[in-house]
């Protein structure tokens, strides 16, 4: 089974939902809806993940912060790394391609696998609310 969006299913599935953050988390929740008809977004779990340590030792927090609404810094390189959440940064989440491309690396960073529909739609709904 297939976890990850491909950047086209996202492109598609903008169009369906929206191309906005809000619209994306519609999306990866229909994904997750897919495997578990009961399936519903959690802030609570999104926060969970977000700040848990995982596979390789680090949370999304380590790098973006907790909580996300802050500059961040990457553990490793020191690199600035602007606020995540949209209230604090536009720019976040309005491209699809590049939440998808996001989603991925930084899935695999933290947690050396790719991240389910259902822990991306919990980390979307975390860092929207």
């Known amino acids: 089974m297939k976890w990850m969006f491909t950047a086209a299913a996202l492109a598609a599935a903008g169009s369906t939902f929206g191309a906005e953050p809000a619209g994306l988390l519609a999306a990866y929740q229909a994904e997750a809806r897919k495997a ?3 399936f519903a977004a959690s802030t609570q ?20 912060g907790s909580p996300p ?15 995540l959440a949209p209230a ?5 989440f309005a491209d699809a ?10 899935c695999n960073d933290v947690l050396g696998r790719a991240c ?14």
């Open 97 to 106: 391609a590049k939440v998808e491309k996001w989603f991925r690396r930084n």
């Open 69 to 83: 609404t802050g500059q961040g810094r990457h553990a490793t390189t020191g690199k600035a790394i602007a606020p």
């Open 36 to 38: 578990n008809p009961a």
């Open 116 to 129: 389910t529909p259902a822990e991306k739609a919990d980390v979307m709904a975390f860092v929207l609310k």
């Open 88 to 92: 604090a940064n536009a720019e976040r």
């Open 45 to 64: 779990r999104g926060a969970e993940f977000f700040n848990a340590k995982h596979g390789n030792e680090w949370s999304c927090a380590s790098c973006h």
